[in-house]
């Protein structure tokens, strides 16, 4: 029987035991023939509070583990029992507030509750673990009221646990709430204590409050009037403690004093003005620390670190005179704060008995960042701000990452996006957008500038060989640069000096996704917008609610609709996509209906080139090739730009089942690519994500899995199988995004959940013709009417005219 969910069992049997408390690392060893019964046996010391940690029956006895007075202690179940009682002992505390019931210990660690005629109810069990489970017990107590529906029945106290019994007169049932109160400072020793489950009691001599806590917020609410608690006006703090976790804190304002929650560097009115510089022994935090709420100044001077109860620095004020008194400079040892591995430490300040509120720098508190390091050997103390300001210190053992070239170009890449530098870059985009355009220059884009895929390589392509009086260049990012290389297609490198200067010029963009917001349209470019899928989940302002991280409903659609206004064409594959990117978009312009440029290659391949790109991907000949392409999903995320994902079917048993005939190609979305590592199942899984055009895949592939991925609509065109493997359907469909079509009547292939059920569609499917279902015939008339290998002419004749 575990109470504490700080226990770790290492070893047990019938002679000994071993465990650890978490977070400790030291391993506590009990010789069980070595305890004596009727006494108590020290085994070790720690700083906890008092508590049972676990019970356990070792054949001839029910032997005791628990920590009391700071000590480790184990005894039998006899002298538990007689453990000393007191406020903080093992003893629990009863009292009865109806006479229509009664409470008596039962066991151990159990109470069990009876009515006045002595007939049992319940029993509580582990009343003293740390997560007591609430409870509801069926009892009519024979009572009735019609002006209130709930009865406080009885409290339970267990040191810092409060369990209250509430009888619901309605319906005729016992209900508990647990609430775990810790007293974290009393300076003013005042008496605290929970008299309800919404009622926090607070009174010294004959000042008393009685106050309804679930109410109180981080503005807070004054609880006695400025002339009460008259003996301690000149104290700023006057206790703190937490209920259920959540810190609550009474100190003097100017007109009383106040309970108020959350956030106590507000409640001190904490400003900080510090920098930090380190030296060979110390770091120093310097500056300005200023504490201005009432009675707060100069009462934060200490420094602490997490998992210490003791200061590690003391706010230094040389000078005292009234002008000065609020600068100063923390000087923290080297040696106190480096730390063998690579955990960050956080730093707070608070006063001579506990930390308060999280240290801040003075910086722009937006963003994470590297306030200052300093290199040792073999590894680099980082001080480092989070994104809300708060400081934090500890170790990384990897010292190349902080060479000053590297710290050079982190520095600016973050200026690249700073607020003001981009609205710099917009100002200068404008200016040169005025300029005399190059009547023929065509600038190329595809996903965000990393790929050399999709329509717009399909378009640079056909204007290469047969408009080749026009000067062509792709816009691309740093990290796409050794691809474009190899391909030998001219290029700028986004956001450069020779990119500024020629893509506000340039008379033509060719794009498939959004631009940067901050990016204009000069007046007389044309805007190709080839889009990069027929659409089956919902797009723009089609999307009920938006779940991506760094944005929000509203603020996604309208950013969706201003960039829908900067093109000049749209290209749409079908009519069916016509009619939606007219409404999602908020499109008013121009709609070339064409197909997709992209999929021409699909309808006029020869078995040559497919041979050709299997060699090139070191796929055998005589293997078949499987395609796992699925889509991201919005609310799986890490933060903002960083999105995760994970197979839902098992590597390993893929293989046992298909690995002799098939390999499979795991094309990840490109949001989602740089989360996967398939070493371990070389040779048969291959990570295609990186290659840089789909269209390569889908030719060599014989069979297509995806989810909501709109590349079936494109796979269709070679009339090959394709499975959807929903294991997520009713919430992708119901809550993220929901579908445009009744993808369970019009998809061309089966939808499964299951691993199980998605090996028996493969087994089923891997050797079909999937030209003689006339689901899929239905569905290709339907959407791919126009991929005849002809769209990249339509598409270049209609924005050339």
Not at 516 to 521: C, E, G, I, N, Y
């Amino acid at each position: 029987m575990v109470l504490s969910n700080e226990i770790q069992i290492i070893t047990e049997n019938e002679y000994a035991i071993e465990f650890s408390l978490f977070p400790e690392e030291t391993v506590f060893q009990v010789g069980l023939e070595d305890l004596v019964i009727g006494e108590t046996s020290v085994i070790g010391s720690i700083i906890k509070e008092d508590q049972v940690l676990f019970l356990k029956d070792f054949s001839t006895e029910s032997y005791t583990f628990y920590i009391k007075n700071n000590r480790i202690l184990a005894g039998s179940l006899s002298h538990y029992l007689n453990f000393f009682p007191g406020a903080t002992s093992f003893a629990f505390e009863y009292e009865a507030y109806i006479k229509e019931i009664s409470l008596k210990q039962t066991n151990e660690t159990s109470v069990s509750l009876f009515t006045s005629a002595g007939q049992k109810l319940y029993t509580f069990n582990d009343i003293a673990a740390y997560e007591s489970p609430e409870h509801r017990i069926p009892v009519d107590l024979a009572m009735t009221s019609v002006e209130f529906r709930y009865l406080l029945a009885g409290k339970i106290t267990y040191g810092q646990f409060n369990t209250f019994l509430i009888y619901d007169l309605f319906r005729k049932e016992m209900v508990t709430r647990n609430f775990r109160f810790k007293m974290l400072s009393n300076k003013a020793g005042l008496d605290i204590r929970l008299n309800g489950p919404e009622v926090l009691d607070v009174s010294c001599k004959e000042d008393r409050a009685a106050i309804d806590f679930m109410k109180i917020t981080g503005r807070g609410v004054k609880v006695f009037d400025f002339y009460q608690l008259e003996e301690h006006r000149e104290k700023h703090m006057l206790a703190s403690f937490s209920i259920n976790d959540l810190k609550y804190y009474i100190h003097n304002k100017q007109n009383g004093i106040y309970l108020t929650k959350g956030n106590a560097s507000k409640i001190s009115g904490y400003e900080s003005g510090l920098k930090a510089l380190f030296t060979s022994k110390y770091l120093y935090l310097y500056g300005r620390s200023t504490h201005y709420a009432y009675k707060a100044s100069n009462n934060y001077n200490n420094l602490y670190t997490d998992g210490r109860e003791e200061a590690i620095a003391t706010f230094k004020r040389p000078w005292k005179t009234n002008f000065f008194r609020r600068f100063g400079f923390f000087k923290i040892p080297v040696s106190v704060i480096a730390a063998a591995d690579e955990q960050q430490l956080a730093l707070y300040i608070g006063d001579d008995t506990q930390p308060l509120h999280p240290l801040k720098l003075n910086m722009d508190h937006k963003k994470e960042k590297i306030v200052s390091l300093k290199k040792r050997k073999g590894d680099v103390l980082l001080l480092v701000s989070s994104k809300r300001g708060n400081v934090s210190i500890g170790t990384s053992l990897h010292p190349e990452e902080y060479t000053l070239q590297k710290r050079i170009y982190n520095w600016f890449h973050e200026l690249k996006n700073n607020k003001r530098v981009l609205q710099l870059f917009k100002i200068l985009f404008i200016l040169i957008g005025r300029l005399p355009k190059t009547q023929n220059m065509v600038i190329f884009e595809s996903f965000h500038a990393k790929q050399y895929s999709d329509s717009p390589r399909a378009i640079y392509e056909y204007m290469k060989e047969h408009h080749q009086n026009y000067r062509l260049l792709w816009s691309i990012d740093k990290s796409a640069e050794n691809m474009f290389r190899e391909f030998g297609v001219p290029y700028l490198r986004r956001f450069t000096i020779p990119w500024f200067f020629h893509f506000p010029r340039a008379k033509y963009w060719v794009n498939n996704v959004r631009l940067p917001a901050w990016m204009p349209k000069p007046k007389d470019t044309i805007y190709i917008q080839t889009w990069h899928g027929t659409p089956l989940k919902k797009l723009g302002v089609d999307i009920e609610e938006i779940h991506m991280p760094g944005t929000n409903t509203s603020a996604y659609k309208r950013n969706f609709v201003l960039e829908a206004q900067k093109w000049d064409y749209l290209v749409s594959p079908n009519p069916y996509s016509t009619e939606i990117f007219r409404r999602a978009f908020r499109y008013p312009g121009k709609i070339i209906e064409s197909g997709y440029p992209r999929n021409d290659v699909l309808s006029n391949h020869s078995e040559t080139l497919a041979s050709n790109l299997k060699k090139k991907l070191g796929i055998a000949e005589d293997k078949k090739v499987m395609l796992y392409a699925p889509t991201w999903r919005d609310n799986e995320f890490y933060e903002k730009g960083k999105y995760k994902f994970e197979f839902q079917f098992n590597l390993d048993n893929w293989k046992k089942e298909f690995g002799d005939e098939w390999v499979l190609l795991s094309r990840m979305h490109y949001l989602v690519a740089e989360n996967f590592d398939f070493s371990a199942h070389a040779g048969t899984v291959y990570d295609a994500s990186s290659y840089p055009d789909i269209r390569d895949l889908y030719l060599i592939s014989d069979l297509l899995i995806t989810d909501y991925s709109s590349v079936f609509f494109d796979f269709a065109v070679l009339n090959r199988p394709i499975i959807f493997f929903m294991y997520d359907f009713e919430l992708y469909r119901d809550q993220l995004r929901g579908f445009y079509i009744n993808i369970e009547e019009e998809a061309p292939g089966p939808i499964v959940e299951t691993e199980k059920e998605l090996f028996l569609a493969i087994n089923s499917l891997k050797d079909s013709n999937v030209q003689s279902d006339p689901k899929f015939s239905g569905f290709k008339g339907k959407f791919s009417s126009l991929e005849d290998g002809q769209a990249t002419e339509r598409v270049v004749k209609a924005f050339l005219e």
